[in-house]
């Protein structure tokens, strides 16, 4: 039986040593190649052929939901399952509307990772209980989840980098959209959150664990 082949993408070598021993383990699955940062995750998929791609979502140069983005751009059909140490109540969502297959956390039980890894080897999405229970709040317009949940993709991704210290210029230049558009889209989510400026976005954010 032919391997399934793996690129893990971690600026922790801790992390990618724990993973690669627990993948390489098994008899179906294979890593095959390995990123710390962004830009090696994208010449490691032009360079090298995988079956499915694990992403952590806070990188170095680019995070997780920009590294999606420009990924899905040319490969559509590529598996990606987020393994991130962000709760799912804080990530899982918005990364599932960008295009990721599934979202598990690093001290996720060793059996519940290769279980999602195989999952979206199938073609499906791998949603958790929690994630699960996330997606049924927002069906039923449950009004104790967080505000930000409620957020379009892009909203989330603006909110981030704003979070950061990202300026609107150097956001714009990020996602490839005009200052204007930044700055609309920055008006959206301060009415959405009921905030009123950027240090009120950014203790917003780190009260709900969307930055460290």
């Known amino acids: 039986m032919q391997k399934k082949r793996v ?18 383990a098994e008899s179906d699955l294979e ?48 598996p990606v399952l987020i393994i991130s140490a962000y709760a799912e109540e804080q990530y899982a969502l918005n990364m599932l509307r960008a295009g990721a297959n599934g979202y598990i956390r690093k001290d996720a039980d060793v059996d519940d990772i290769l279980s999602a890894i195989r999952t979206v080897l199938r073609g499906r999405r791998y949603v958790s209980d929690t994630v699960a229970d996330l997606l049924t709040q927002r069906l039923n317009g449950d009004a104790d989840a967080p505000a930000h949940q409620q957020l379009s993709e892009r909203e989330f991704q603006v909110l981030h980098k704003l979070a950061t210290g990202k300026s609107v210029t150097e956001i714009a230049d990020e996602l490839f959209i005009s200052v204007k558009s930044v700055s609309t889209y920055r008006s959206r989510l301060l009415t959405k959150l009921n905030l009123k400026s950027n240090a009120e976005l950014t203790y917003y954010a780190l009260k709900n664990g969307l930055i460290e």
């Open 31 to 78: 890593v095959v190649a390995e990123a710390s940062t962004s830009a090696e995750t994208l010449t490691q998929l032009r360079q090298t052929e995988v079956d499915v791609l694990l992403l952590d979502i806070s990188m170095p140069d680019r995070d997780g939901m920009d590294t999606l983005r420009l990924l899905r751009s040319h490969r559509t059909d590529l």
């Open 7 to 24: 690129l893990l993408a971690d600026d922790h070598q801790i992390v990618r040593n724990g993973l690669r021993q627990l993948i390489n």
